[in-house]
């Protein structure tokens, strides 16, 4: 078999601040044209881990690859990589056309040669008609339409962009995460994509990498990362999640039983080693808990609680409620049509299948510190 050729690849890398690890034993391989995000909460290494791929900064350890060529402690400009930060870094008192001329002019390109690349390169981000104005002369939005111009006009062999729509308002972020996607698709580069938004990271990206205090957690597909969480970081960190805090009562192939709040649960998935006795957390997600009516025996459910209802929000186009029975806590996404609406104080059985239940070894914080990072 043919040996894959990977546009970029990080090998063991490690970068100390002093006494701070701020990127631990970091290594991925990225495929030509592969839209790949780094994801995690503040302070977990994303943007320290672009800045050694671009070369801003060096490894203390390991090494980095680009399209095969260890280009660990080669300078900046002979990486063929463009950066694009949140704030644009437009050069205030040059037009727009002088600004996606500028990586242009740095390599000795004459105007009459580059001419058609920075049209070319404008009208693909739909700011042709802008070249003469000033950057203080456009939205945030267009703003950032040329800085994408400014990073891609020399044809770098990977654009990383380090939370580029931070800035922008949310309808503004919507609308520039497809404008993203589209260029991403026309020029056919590779995309590496810091943010530390999991919504973002799971509607645009191929592969996301999910990263805490300097260490990788998960590299996967979103559906990988959602369905499939590999700890419970990344379970409480990545879209919705219930934690119940328990202990393992019965440990066999292919399912767990936990005890909790003097109930038993049944999980058909375990992360880690987990041996009868054990703390362990458990999660479900929200939207699969489903309220058992009165006299239902639907079976699948294998999963119940019966509660009282704590909390109920609305939320548009469905009901978040908030199950209590004994210490255990539980929310409930239901769709709002058709439904019977419960108030505060009702009396709710729930229920939730084992095959949509993760168990995780415990971690030594407690379940519900990980949902502080979530959001
Ligand atoms: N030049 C530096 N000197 C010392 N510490 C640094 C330096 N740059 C980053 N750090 C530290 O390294 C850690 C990782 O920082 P980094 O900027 O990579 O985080 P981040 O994931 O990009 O966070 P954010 O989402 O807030 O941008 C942080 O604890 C930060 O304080
Ligand atoms: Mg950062």
């Known amino acids: 078999m043919e040996e894959e050729n990977f546009e970029i690849e990080l090998q063991n890398i490690r970068k100390v601040y002093g ?21 995690g909460p ?14 801003l900064e060096e490894p203390s350890e390991g090494n980095i690859f680009l399209a095969g060529e260890d280009v660990t402690y080669k300078p900046t400009y002979q990486r063929n990589v463009s950066t694009v930060f949140q704030d644009y870094a437009l050069f205030p008192h040059m037009n727009i056309y002088e600004n996606v001329y500028f990586p242009l002019k740095m390599k000795k390109m004459s105007r009459r040669e580059a001419d058609p690349m920075i049209h070319q390169i404008l009208d693909l981000v739909n700011m042709g008609n802008f070249e003469k104005r000033l950057p203080q002369q456009l939205s ?33 972020r919507i609308q520039m995460q ?26 645009m990206s191929d592969r996301i990498c999910v990263m805490k205090d300097g260490m990788i957690h998960q590299i996967g597909t979103p559906d990988e990362i959602y369905n499939s969480p590999a700890t419970q970081f990344v379970a409480g960190f990545i879209g919705d999640m219930d934690f119940i805090e328990g202990r393992a009562d019965q440990v066999s192939d292919g399912e767990v039983v936990v005890a909790a709040s003097g109930s038993k649960f049944v999980a058909c998935r375990a992360v880690g080693a987990i041996r009868p006795g054990d703390p ?48 255990i806590e539980i929310r409930l996404i239901v769709p709002a049509s058709g439904t019977f609406v419960r108030v505060v104080g009702d009396t709710m059985k729930i229920g939730f299948k084992s095959e949509d239940v993760i168990v995780y070894s415990y971690e030594g914080q407690g379940c519900h510190d990980e949902q502080k990072h979530a959001g």
Request: neutral net charge; charged residues 30%.
């Open 280 to 327: 362990v957390c458990f999660c479900v997600r929200p939207e699969k808990v489903h309220i058992l009516e009165d006299g239902e025996e639907d079976g699948r459910y294998i999963n119940r609680i019966n509660g009282k209802i704590l909390r109920v929000v609305f939320r548009g186009n469905d009901f978040e409620y908030t199950v209590k029975a004994g210490d």
């Open 42 to 55: 503040s302070g977990c290494g994303k943007t320290t881990t672009l800045r050694m791929i671009s070369g």
């Open 19 to 39: 006494d701070l690890i701020a990127v631990d034993n970091s290594s991925f391989k990225i495929r030509h044209g592969e839209f790949f995000s780094l994801l």
């Open 178 to 203: 497809k404008v993203l996607k589209d260029i991403q698709k026309d020029v056919d580069i590779t995309f590496i994509y810091v943010t530390h938004d999991q919504t973002e990271a799971i509607t």
């Open 140 to 172: 945030g939005g267009q703003r950032q339409r040329i800085a994408l111009a400014r990073s891609l006009v020399n044809k770098p062999r990977a654009l990383l962009l380090d939370e580029p729509l931070g800035a922008l308002d949310f309808k503004l």
